[in-house]
């Protein structure tokens, strides 16, 4: 039974196996569960039950055009809701688990909830690395559809407590494994047979899919049609404005600073961009809740993971 409004407050939980099995309950009940991956924490919920899934679009005030990433346990159960080609086959054995989200045409005897796909005749699916997720799939028995646990449209979540700032009140509880270690969602593609399209880029970089691919890799233009999740034109974004390329801060900023420089907090002094992909959305956060009433961000290299935080930056400054 859904029940979009609890009565009683968000509850933060610590993973642990009594946890864990009241998660797989409320699941198994039609409620959405938030729960950490490795990217971000998750709003995970029954994929092939539309009241569940509708319940995920309700606590997040997502628009139903946006489809939802399928979270599995193992490639047996990837294999039976799409329809792998040779290319995605090797893509998902070279990167699952981990943080790649796959594009795939979804099987007709799927059992998927049309809600999940928004419509599309396919799927995007991911194979976890985090142990929370994977082991709350296998505890409740159901591929979960799993959006990030925040409200639509604003700063994703990479810790419990930016999850309960967000959706107090919308779901019963989270799980609470602490902070995230990528820091970013997933890298989102669609395989072809003759190139492999990047929908979203995040952690699995464009030159890591062509390596093993050995495919051309094709960034889809912007405004493209919604295909996946994440590509919204205003998305990630913080309730004040954001101006991007900084190098000081102005009069009323908060500065999230790169590198060596005078700042209000740093993403990496040592200029590491996979470093500050882990720390982005916890800094816009502390930036947000700021009495600044700005926000300014120093520029990122845009090569490797920072291609996918400047993709990010830019839709939170749009």
Known sequence: MNIPNPALPTRICPYGSEALREAALLIRAGEPVAVPTETVYGLAADATDSNAVAAIYTAKGRPSFNPLIVHVADRDMAERLAEFSPVAARLAERFWPGALTLVLPVRADSGLSP???????????RLPAHPAMRALIRESGRPLAAPS?????????????????????????????????????STIVAPEDKCVRLLRPGPITAAMLEEEARLPVVMEVANAKIEAPGQLESHYAPSKPVRLGALKAEKDEYLIGFGLMPCNINLSPE?????????????????????????????IPNEGIGIAINDRLRRAAA
């Open 149 to 185: 646990a925040n409200r639509s449209g604003s700063i994703s979540p990479t810790r419990a407590e930016h999850v309960l700032s967000s959706l107090n009140g919308k779901i019963r509880m989270i799980l609470d494994e602490g902070p995230t270690s990528e820091g970013l969602e």
């Open 115 to 125: 809600l999940v796909t928004a419509g599309l005749p396919t799927v995007a699916l």
């Open 271 to 299: 200029a590491d961009v996979r470093e500050a992909a882990a720390n982005l959305f916890a800094a816009l956060h502390l930036a947000d809740a700021s009495a600044a009433q700005r926000i300014a961000v120093a520029p």
